[in-house]
DNA sequence: AACATGACGGTAG
DNA sequence: TCTACCGCCATGT
Protein backbone atom coordinates (compact mmCIF):
# COMPACT_ATOMS: atom_id res chain seq x y z
CA UNK A 1 0.00 0.00 0.00
CA UNK A 2 1.08 3.41 -1.22
CA UNK A 3 1.60 5.55 2.26
CA UNK A 4 2.78 9.50 2.90
CA UNK A 5 -0.26 11.00 0.83
CA UNK A 6 -1.61 13.95 2.37
CA UNK A 7 -4.27 13.29 4.47
CA UNK A 8 -7.70 13.73 2.63
CA UNK A 9 -9.57 17.04 2.15
CA UNK A 10 -12.23 15.52 4.04
CA UNK A 11 -10.03 14.74 6.87
CA UNK A 12 -8.79 17.61 7.62
CA UNK A 13 -12.14 18.99 7.75
CA UNK A 14 -13.45 16.89 9.51
CA UNK A 15 -10.45 17.42 12.26
CA UNK A 16 -10.92 21.29 12.08
CA UNK A 17 -14.62 20.68 12.79
CA UNK A 18 -13.50 18.83 16.08
CA UNK A 19 -11.71 21.31 17.35
CA UNK A 20 -14.09 23.99 17.32
CA UNK A 21 -14.73 24.99 21.00
CA UNK A 22 -18.18 24.33 23.01
CA UNK A 23 -19.82 28.23 22.77
CA UNK A 24 -18.16 29.31 19.54
CA UNK A 25 -18.85 28.61 15.88
CA UNK A 26 -17.17 29.17 12.64
CA UNK A 27 -17.71 29.43 9.09
CA UNK A 28 -17.85 26.81 5.77
CA UNK A 29 -15.68 29.14 4.24
CA UNK A 30 -13.41 29.52 7.55
CA UNK A 31 -13.00 25.96 7.83
CA UNK A 32 -12.52 25.34 3.69
CA UNK A 33 -9.36 28.24 4.02
CA UNK A 34 -8.11 26.59 7.05
CA UNK A 35 -7.93 23.15 4.79
CA UNK A 36 -5.97 24.82 2.44
CA UNK A 37 -8.92 24.90 -0.59
CA UNK A 38 -10.67 28.59 0.31
CA UNK A 39 -12.95 28.53 -2.63
CA UNK A 40 -14.26 25.03 -2.01
CA UNK A 41 -16.85 26.01 0.71
CA UNK A 42 -19.30 24.00 -1.35
CA UNK A 43 -17.06 20.58 -0.18
CA UNK A 44 -16.89 21.77 3.39
CA UNK A 45 -20.80 21.93 3.45
CA UNK A 46 -21.28 18.70 1.87
CA UNK A 47 -18.54 16.84 3.32
CA UNK A 48 -21.14 17.97 6.95
CA UNK A 49 -23.63 16.38 5.02
CA UNK A 50 -21.85 13.53 5.01
CA UNK A 51 -19.99 13.32 8.08
CA UNK A 52 -19.76 10.35 10.78
CA UNK A 53 -21.91 10.65 14.22
CA UNK A 54 -18.43 11.74 15.68
CA UNK A 55 -18.05 15.03 13.28
CA UNK A 56 -22.04 15.53 13.08
CA UNK A 57 -22.41 15.90 17.06
CA UNK A 58 -20.10 18.97 17.02
CA UNK A 59 -21.26 20.14 13.43
CA UNK A 60 -23.74 22.70 15.06
CA UNK A 61 -21.18 24.72 15.68
CA UNK A 62 -20.94 25.53 11.88
CA UNK A 63 -22.78 28.66 9.98
CA UNK A 64 -22.68 30.36 6.89
CA UNK A 65 -20.60 33.23 6.37
CA UNK A 66 -23.23 35.16 7.96
CA UNK A 67 -23.74 32.77 10.67
CA UNK A 68 -27.42 31.92 9.44
CA UNK A 69 -27.78 28.61 10.45
CA UNK A 70 -28.34 27.28 6.77
CA UNK A 71 -27.89 23.43 8.11
CA UNK A 72 -30.29 23.65 10.50
CA UNK A 73 -32.39 21.51 8.41
CA UNK A 74 -30.00 18.48 9.15
CA UNK A 75 -31.56 18.52 11.92
CA UNK A 76 -34.69 17.87 11.22
CA UNK A 77 -35.35 22.45 11.91
CA UNK A 78 -32.92 24.91 12.45
CA UNK A 79 -34.79 25.47 15.90
CA UNK A 80 -33.54 21.94 17.11
CA UNK A 81 -29.67 23.52 16.14
CA UNK A 82 -30.48 26.53 17.84
CA UNK A 83 -30.76 24.92 20.80
CA UNK A 84 -27.82 23.22 20.99
CA UNK A 85 -25.90 26.55 20.16
CA UNK A 86 -27.97 28.14 23.11
CA UNK A 87 -27.19 25.81 24.99
CA UNK A 88 -23.71 25.96 24.41
CA UNK A 89 -24.13 29.98 25.42
CA UNK A 90 -24.05 31.11 21.84
CA UNK A 91 -26.09 34.28 21.59
CA UNK A 92 -28.13 35.35 18.38
CA UNK A 93 -28.76 37.86 16.93
CA UNK A 94 -31.99 36.22 14.48
CA UNK A 95 -34.51 34.13 14.61
CA UNK A 96 -31.59 31.59 13.18
CA UNK A 97 -28.64 34.08 13.00
CA UNK A 98 -25.78 33.41 15.58
CA UNK A 99 -24.07 36.76 16.54
CA UNK A 100 -20.73 35.80 14.81
CA UNK A 101 -19.22 39.18 15.99
CA UNK A 102 -19.43 37.38 19.37
CA UNK A 103 -18.55 33.80 18.55
CA UNK A 104 -16.70 33.49 16.14
CA UNK A 105 -13.79 30.83 16.18
CA UNK A 106 -11.43 31.12 13.06
CA UNK A 107 -9.53 27.54 12.93
CA UNK A 108 -6.47 29.51 11.05
CA UNK A 109 -6.18 31.37 14.55
CA UNK A 110 -5.90 28.03 16.22
CA UNK A 111 -2.91 27.33 14.49
CA UNK A 112 -1.38 30.13 14.63
CA UNK A 113 -1.57 30.07 18.42
CA UNK A 114 -0.45 26.34 19.20
CA UNK A 115 1.88 26.30 16.16
C1' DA B 1 -21.40 12.27 -21.43
C1' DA B 2 -24.33 16.51 -20.37
C1' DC B 3 -27.03 18.90 -17.02
C1' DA B 4 -28.80 20.12 -12.46
C1' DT B 5 -28.20 20.50 -7.58
C1' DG B 6 -26.00 21.55 -3.11
C1' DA B 7 -25.25 22.35 5.12
C1' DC B 8 -20.92 28.14 0.43
C1' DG B 9 -18.22 32.54 -0.56
C1' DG B 10 -16.84 36.56 -3.03
C1' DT B 11 -17.53 40.10 -6.34
C1' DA B 12 -20.29 43.10 -9.43
C1' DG B 13 -24.20 45.96 -10.61
C1' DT C 1 -30.29 45.61 0.44
C1' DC C 2 -30.98 42.34 -3.11
C1' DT C 3 -30.10 39.70 -7.41
C1' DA C 4 -27.03 37.55 -10.50
C1' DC C 5 -22.85 35.19 -11.82
C1' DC C 6 -18.62 32.54 -11.19
C1' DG C 7 -15.62 29.13 -8.85
C1' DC C 8 -15.30 24.75 -6.52
C1' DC C 9 -16.26 19.52 -7.06
C1' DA C 10 -19.01 15.31 -5.56
C1' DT C 11 -23.50 13.12 -6.54
C1' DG C 12 -27.77 12.01 -8.93
C1' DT C 13 -30.49 11.77 -13.08
Redesign the pocket.
Given at each position: MSGGEPPDFAERVYALVRRIPPGRVT????I?RAAG?A????????L????PPEV?DV??R?V???GEL??G??WGHPAVMRALLEDEGVTFVDEYQVDLEKHLWDPLDELDQSG
Amino acid sequence: MSGGEPPDFAERVYALVRRIPPGRVTTYGRIARAAGAARSARMVGWLLHHSPPEVSDVAHRVVNRNGELTGGWAWGHPAVMRALLEDEGVTFVDEYQVDLEKHLWDPLDELDQSG
